[in-house]
């Protein structure tokens, strides 16, 4: 009786719960392609009830508890693979320290969805429109990607191969993202606008990272990433260069916001999407050098 | 390939024999007789298969049975004690919150997942925890103040 007048049922598959890490990665090596693995489950489960995705094995990876994990040292913040984007966005430390993936975290989805979707599988989906990629590219994140014959730390920047393509090989799984503090001096800002649809699709997504000389006079160095703008997330690098060394002034804000426009590929609504592209750069530079410009006054 | 799996349903074990597709909305339907779960888009954008695990708010259309063993599961059946409705239910009914209904028994849970954590919330907060369950015939309003008149009366109830 089951599936029965259902308008959407999964397609079957065959469904392993490893117990260690190293039995995932012996089945994910003797499945190879035919395998996805299973974390959260709200972009997979979805593909495979559009017919997008028909694996005919999937790893369920929720019991490997040591994954679940969001740790602090003072240097690096590591999230590891099973962190909901709800535990991130609520985390004391990555509100306090890394407020722009917080906001990002939230941006995602709806509530349901934050409570059953991770952070690393949002990365690891490699959508165009993936929300919390931008923040993690400006802030300089790697994934650390585990087999059975080691690791590799994976900058984020040379993560995607295209759309919801990674680098990573059969055999690999993202265990977790590693995320650098931000430099002394600096601020950043996730902007978006949406699409208008049931859970409003980021239409265009921007991440800031701007540092402050010690005077807080110049713009010392600045990161822009944007996503849902080309086939993946990426770094705006020349509007970037253009604040290197620059007091930040209107004109050269429309400049910088101008030239990451250009730097974009959207496929569909082009035009609006580089409009948005430079009104979100200005807006989201503007916000961020503000708060700097703030922290001095009150230092 | 079936297997037998055991599930905690508002408060009750209840062991089942699922495939590893079958999801906890299908479980809770058409084994356990739970339909206060609604299928609506099945794709997890509509909220109103919304059940609580663990507390939180999920969606049941993408949680597989299987995964779901181990956790506490509240469904809407389980919120009236009796014949007394959860001050939510009250609250949804004193105000005129439910039109056609699809939507509550989802919307509800989540409101409870947030008074349960947040006893005091503003509308702002309550408008961003029912922002996952969709009401398509538009009765926010109503359902933003039969939240927060739950809120109240919980607190007044305490005094």
Redesign the interface.
């Known amino acids: 009786?089951?599936?029965?007048g259902?308008?959407?049922?999964?397609?079957?598959?065959?469904?392993f719960?490893p117990k260690t890490l190293e039995e995932a990665w012996s089945l994910l090596e003797r499945y190879g392609r035919e395998a996805e693995l299973?974390a959260g489950?709200?972009d997979l489960?979805?593909a495979m009830?559009?017919g997008k995705k028909s694996p005919r094995y999937?790893i369920?990876i929720?019991s490997l508890s040591e994954l679940d994990f969001i740790e602090y040292d003072g240097e690096l913040l590591r999230i590891g693979a099973l962190a909901t984007l709800?535990s991130v966005a609520d985390a004391s430390v990555v509100q306090e320290r890394f407020g722009l993936l917080a906001t990002a975290c939230r941006k995602v989805?709806?509530?349901?969805?934050r409570?059953?979707g991770t952070l690393v599988g949002n990365i690891c989906n490699a959508g165009p429109s993936q929300d919390t990629v931008p923040s993690l590219l400006v802030l300089g994140a790697k994934v650390k990607a585990v087999s059975s014959k080691g690791y590799r730390l994976i900058p984020l920047e040379s993560f995607f191969r295209g759309p919801f393509e990674t680098v990573l090989e059969d055999g690999e799984m993202v265990t977790e993202v590693q995320i650098p503090t931000p430099p002394p001096h600096s601020a950043g800002r996730y902007r978006w606008m949406t699409k208008r649809t049931?859970?409003d699709e980021t239409l265009v997504g921007v991440a800031v990272l701007v540092v402050a000389d010690p005077t807080y006079e110049r713009c010392e160095d600045a990161r822009i990433a944007l996503c849902s703008v080309a086939p993946t997330p990426f770094r705006a690098k020349r509007a970037e260069a253009l604040l290197r060394g620059k007091g930040i002034d209107e004109g050269l804000l429309e400049e910088v916001g101008r030239t990451a426009a250009e730097e974009t590929r959207p496929r569909g609504r082009a035009e609006y999407r580089k409009l948005l592209t430079s009104l979100l750069v200005r807006k989201a530079l503007t916000e961020a050098w503000k708060s700097l410009k703030g922290q001095e006054v009150v230092s | 390939?079936k297997r037998l799996i055991s599930l905690t349903v508002n408060g009750e074990t209840h062991e089942v024999v699922?495939?590893?597709?079958?999801?906890l909305l299908?479980?809770l339907r058409?084994?356990l007789g739970l339909t206060g779960a609604k299928?609506g888009?099945?794709?997890?954008?509509?909220?109103a298969c919304?059940v609580l695990?663990d507390g939180?708010?999920?969606?049941s259309c993408?949680?597989?049975a299987?995964?779901a063993q181990g956790k506490e599961i509240v469904t809407i059946e389980g919120l009236a004690e009796g014949s007394k409705l959860h001050p939510l239910q009250e609250a949804f009914v004193e105000h005129g919150a439910v039109q056609c209904g699809f939507c509550i028994p989802g919307m509800i849970l989540?409101a409870k997942a947030l008074l349960d954590e947040n006893p005091h919330p503003t509308e702002e907060e309550v408008k961003?925890?029912i922002?996952?369950n969709?009401c398509r015939c538009t009765g926010y309003s109503n359902a933003v103040r039969a939240i927060l008149a739950a809120a109240k009366a919980k607190e007044e109830g305490k005094r």
């Open positions: 009786m089951e599936g029965l259902y308008l959407l049922a999964l397609p079957r598959f065959e469904y719960s299973l489950g709200t489960l979805v009830k559009k999937l369920g929720k709800q989805g709806t509530p349901q969805v409570n059953m049931t859970v | 390939m699922v495939e590893p597709r079958t999801t299908e479980v058409d084994s299928e888009c099945s794709l997890g954008n509509c909220g919304t695990l939180r708010p999920v969606l993408l949680l597989l299987v995964e989540s961003e925890a922002s996952g969709l």
